[in-house]
C-alpha cells in the first residue's frame, strides 16, 4: 500500500487546526482585539524646565517638568495615544500633603498646560498622597501612625476639587481609603463638575510590583507598609466588594491593579459588573519585561503583544502601561 492511500488510523470530524492553516485564517477567527483607544499611557510630573530625568528601574520612562510633558503628550497624540494618566512630584512634602491641594501644584499646572494645548487629549489625574507626604503613606497618620480615613478623605476631596478646576477629565482615586468615592462625587457635583468623570482603583492591592513606581515618586513609606489600607494578595471576593461598593458611591470607571498577577481577578470583576474596566500594567511588571529584554532573554515586542491580549482577554477595556506608546507605535 502506498503511502498517500493509507488510510488515517484517527477518525476526525473536529480539526481545530484548520481555522490556524494561514495568516489570514487566524485573522479570521481572532477573538480578542486590544482596544487602541482604551491604552492610557501614565507621565511622571515634576517642578522645573526642560526636566527629562530617566527612571533607572524603568528604561525608557522618565520624570518631565510640565513643558516637556506637554511635548511629550503631543508625540503621543501622533501616534494615536487617547489619554495620560498624570502623577505628580513634588519638590515639597509635608505631614499632611498640602502641595497636593496647591492650585499651582505640578499635576495642576501640566493638567491646564496639556488641556491648552490638546483638548481633545484626556487627562486623568491619579489621586492620592504618598507622593506628597513626607513618610510616604497615602494620607494623614494617626497617633498610632495607621492612616486616619476620614481625614484622608477630606485630604482627597480637597485635592480633588483643585484638579477638576485645573480642567482634569477624570479623577482617579489610588488611595484604598472607604467612601472616598462618594465624597469626591458629590463634592464634584456640588462645585458644578458634573462632567468629571471618576475612575476608582477599586481592587489596589498591596503588592511588591510597585516597586519601581516608588522610585520614580520617591514615596517609599518610611516606615511600615500600606496593608492596613491596599487590599491582601489572597483576596479576590474582597475585590468584588470593592468594586460594588465604588459603583454604589458614583465611580464611572473601575480598576484592578496590579494587572499580570491579577488577571482571575479582572475576569471575575468583567463577568459581575457592566461598567468600563480598567487594569493597570504596573512599574514592577514593566521592569521585569525590560530587564529581561536588555538580556536578551525574552522578545520583549511578542511579549508586551500577548500581555497586552492577555489583559483584553481577561476582560479589561482600558488599560494603563508604560508600554502603551509603543505598543500604539507598532498597532495603531
Ligand atoms: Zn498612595
Known sequence: MQLGERKSVLSLTARPRRLRSSPSMRDLVRETHVNLGGLVQPLFIVPGERVRSPIASMPGVARLSVDVAVEETKALADIGIRAVLLFGIPDFKDAHASSNYDPHGVVQQAARAIKAALPQMLV??????????????????DGSGDVENDATVELLVRTAM?????????????????????AIRRSLDDDGHTRVAIMAYSAKYASAFYGPFREAADSTPSFGDRRSYQMDPANAREALREVLLDIDEGADVVMVKPAMAYLDVVRSVRERVELPLAVYNVSGEYAMVKAAAQNGWIDEERIVDELMLAFARAGADIIISYFAKDYLRRHG
Open 124 to 141: 486623568i489625574a491619579d489621586l492620592c498622597n504618598c507622593e506628597y507626604t513626607d513618610h510616604g503613606h497615602c494620607g494623614i497618620l
Open 162 to 182: 483643585t484638579y477638576a478646576n485645573a480642567g482634569v477629565d477624570v479623577i482617579a482615586p489610588s488611595d484604598m481609603m472607604d467612601g472616598r468615592v462618594g
